[in-house]
Every structure is written in structure tokens, then in C-alpha cells.
């Protein structure tokens, strides 16, 4: 063949190399091939698709501006302890996310689980690991008697409020009554002293001692449903991404971290727990978990359920400011089967690089052991592990860890 008729072959055949170069190119530009339905789960993971906080009608004083300022003042109140060194704050450190980064929290002594963060807690319509409070005020009020969290109790944190935040106090609920009468340390609490001397009061002074102690949970809420996450280089993707951005987009994430994304939303299975803006669906679910050495068998949500159900301070007490019809969340609580054994909440996985270590006792130490937990799927110490093997190569096991920390705020 003559060579000349060569040239218009090679040609053609450069043109189509190059365009295959090209359009191989844009197929794999990271982020630019997703569809509509993958944009849309997105989007519900965005930060900006959180909507208004939820109103508490168990708490009136729930968005109140004096009742938050209150509330900050008490939430870092270290006399609000048996020993004067535990604080609400002190498990949950703001310059930690919240939380402590310790695998079980100490108060006056050691608890059995982990501190779990608070930014946008507010959501959330059962608190603890376990869902045994139903409201951000109940849950404030349980550390306070904790003996190992804070360890007071109710005429003590009584007598703090009316020496210590008189002036705030009454401008929210009114005089206080006297308490000149009450011994200083009494409540229903384990220490057997506190309790004999709660036991010798009136019910009268009891009740009179119980709302001061529930009006101070109810202030500490209100200073907390104020506590929200930050936007983190995922929100910004996305809006990149909603906006059609491409090239901003694809210098916000790496190929690597976008490679964990389309894990986390596909074949990871991640979004069956932790969906929407705050990365968790705040249900229960037995993962599999081991159980930790050196504390007690947890059985999470089977324990947690009907104690949500029986506590003293849900929803439907007298002390909450709900109507019953609107604890539906309570009354059709369904609280025993064995399918609640080892339920545990799932937290936000915002902020998560940020505050190992990982799971309700402190189990895995990395996010890399996390991953690798749900990658391998073992089988739970009891109860059903929702989890099934995900054969993750150590590359995508990496993607994912690449894509989680992503999430922390920028």
C-alpha cells in the first residue's frame, strides 16, 4: 500500500485517541458523573437542608434567651457536683466538639460509656446511647444525680441556685420559696445519707425542691439546643455541586475522598444509619459492636426503653409542659423484644476524625477500625447485628476514612 494513503488513516486514528483521551477525561472528572438521584441524596446529607430546630413542648422555656443564658452559666457551673470539680462541661468540652476524647467519661468517678457530642443534640428525640430521656432538660437533670457524673443532689443544687443565680432564676420563674428549712444535701439519689434526709422531708417540700431541680435542667437545655454544627469542605462540595460548579467542586474534594463519598452513599451501606444533615438517624441499631472489657454488660435500648417509659421526668410527667398528645414519640414506644438488645444511638459523624475514640464504651481507637468493624461484619456478643460483610478493598476501606473527615467543620 502506498504509504501516503497511511496518513489519513493515522489521522483519524489520532482523532480518535484523542477524543477517547477526552471523553475519558470528563467521565472521571471526581463528582461530575453523579446522578440526579445521587445529587439528591446529597443534598439531604448538605447542612444546608437542616431545617428550624424542632419546638420542645415539654420545655416553654425551650427557646427563651434568658433561659439559654442561664442555662450556659449553669452548664459550666462546677458546683454543681458533689466535689466541686465536675461540670457539665467537663465531659462535654467545647474545644473538644463537645465531648471529652476519652473512651469512657469521668466525673466524680468513671461512667460506663462514652461522652457523646452535643452539636445539634436538639434534634434528637430520645438522648443517651440508650434513648432512655426523651428531652434535652430530662437528660440534664440525669448526670446531675448520677454517682459517678456529678454526683448531687436536688436540695443541694437548690440551695446553689437561690445563693448563687437568684436574680436570673426569678426572672424567668418567679420568687423562690424559702429553703432556709431544708438541710443542704437531700434527694432520691444512691448516697444513703442524701436519701434519708430526702425521705424525712414533706412531699409538699419535696415537690417544691423537684421543680427548682427540673426548671434548672430546662434552662441547660435551652443553652444547649443553641449548640450547632459548623459547615465542614462536604457542604461545600455540595453546594459546589448543586450549583453545577464543577471546577469548584473538584479542588474542594480529592479524587480520594470522593471515591469515599460514592462509598458512603452506595455500596458502604452508611447511609442506612447516619442520613441526613447531621449524619445519623437517630434510631437504635445493633452493629455488631464488641463488648468492652472491664465494665458491666450494656444492653443499650432493651434497658434504656422502659426506662424512657418509667423516668420520672418524661414527656408525659407532670413536670413536662407537653400535652399527651404531643408525646406521640412516648406513647407508642415500643419497649421490649429481643431485637433491642445492644441497640445503641448512632452519633452525628460530624466533627468525627475529631474525636476518636469510636463507639458507646470507647471500643476502636481510629476510624480505620471502625470502618474495618462494619467492612467485616462479626457477629454480635447478643442480640442480631443488622450488619453484612462489605468486602471493601484496603483501598476503599481508605476512601471511606478519606471521605469521613471531610466532615469536620473548616
Known amino acids: 500500500m502506498n504509504t501516503w494513503l497511511l496518513q489519513p488513516i493515522r489521522l483519524v486514528a489520532l482523532l480518535v485517541m484523542l477524543m477517547g483521551v477526552g471523553l475519558t477525561a470528563v467521565a472521571c472528572q471526581p463528582g461530575a458523573t453523579w446522578s440526579e438521584e445521587e445529587i439528591t441524596t446529597l443534598r439531604g446529607l448538605w447542612l444546608g437542608s437542616l431545617p428550624p430546630l424542632p419546638p420542645d413542648p415539654s420545655n416553654r422555656f425551650a427557646d427563651n434567651p434568658l433561659a439559654a443564658e442561664l442555662g450556659y452559666k449553669l452548664f459550666f457551673d462546677t458546683r454543681l457536683s458533689s466535689n466541686g470539680q465536675v461540670a457539665c462541661a467537663t465531659c462535654h468540652l467545647p474545644e473538644l466538639y463537645f465531648q471529652d476524647g476519652l473512651p469512657l467519661a469521668h466525673g466524680v468517678g468513671m461512667t460506663d460509656r462514652r461522652t457523646m457530642p452535643l452539636a445539634g443534640v436538639a434534634y434528637s428525640p430520645w438522648l443517651f446511647w440508650d434513648g432512655r430521656k426523651d428531652s434535652l432538660w430530662a437528660q440534664a437533670l440525669g448526670p446531675l444525680e448520677n454517682p459517678v457524673e456529678h ?51 414533706s412531699a409538699a417540700d419535696q415537690a417544691m425542691v423537684t421543680q427548682i431541680f427540673v426548671n434548672v435542667g430546662k434552662t441547660i437545655a435551652a443553652y444547649e439546643r443553641q449548640l450547632q454544627p459548623e459547615p465542614s469542605r462536604f457542604d461545600d462540595y455540595v453546594t459546589a455541586v448543586l450549583a453545577n460548579d464543577w471546577d469548584r467542586a473538584n479542588t474542594t474534594l480529592t479524587a480520594e475522598e470522593i471515591a469515599g463519598l460514592r462509598l458512603f452513599i452506595g455500596r458502604g451501606n452508611c447511609i442506612d444509619c447516619h442520613n441526613g444533615p447531621l449524619f445519623t438517624n437517630n434510631d437504635f441499631h445493633n452493629t455488631g459492636v464488641p463488648a468492652a472489657t472491664d465494665i458491666p454488660d450494656d444492653v443499650g435500648r432493651a434497658l434504656g426503653a422502659p426506662q424512657v417509659l418509667a423516668d ?28 433491642l438488645v445492644r441497640q445503641f444511638k448512632p452519633p452525628s459523624l460530624r466533627n468525627v476524625a475529631e474525636r476518636p475514640p469510636y463507639m458507646h464504651a470507647g471500643q476502636f481507637a481510629t476510624l480505620a477500625e471502625v470502618v474495618q468493624h462494619y467492612n467485616t461484619a462479626p457477629n454480635a456478643p447478643a442480640g442480631h447485628s443488622e450488619l453484612e460483610p462489605l468486602n471493601l478493598s484496603p483501598q476503599e476501606v481508605a476512601q471511606l476514612v478519606a471521605f469521613l473527615k471531610t466532615l469536620s467543620q473548616r
Open 312 to 339: 420520672e421526668f418524661n414527656c408525659l410527667s407532670p413536670y413536662s409542659d407537653a400535652e399527651p398528645a404531643q408525646c406521640a414519640e412516648l406513647r407508642y414506644l415500643v419497649a421490649d423484644g429481643h431485637d
Open 151 to 201: 454526683g448531687g443532689n436536688r436540695t443541694q443544687y437548690a440551695h446553689l441556685v437561690a445563693q448563687q443565680y437568684r436574680p436570673e432564676y426569678e426572672a424567668l420563674f418567679g420568687p423562690l420559696p424559702d429553703l432556709s428549712h431544708l438541710p443542704a444535701s437531700a434527694g432520691p439519689v444512691a448516697d444513703a445519707a442524701a436519701r434519708a434526709a430526702w425521705e424525712m422531708m
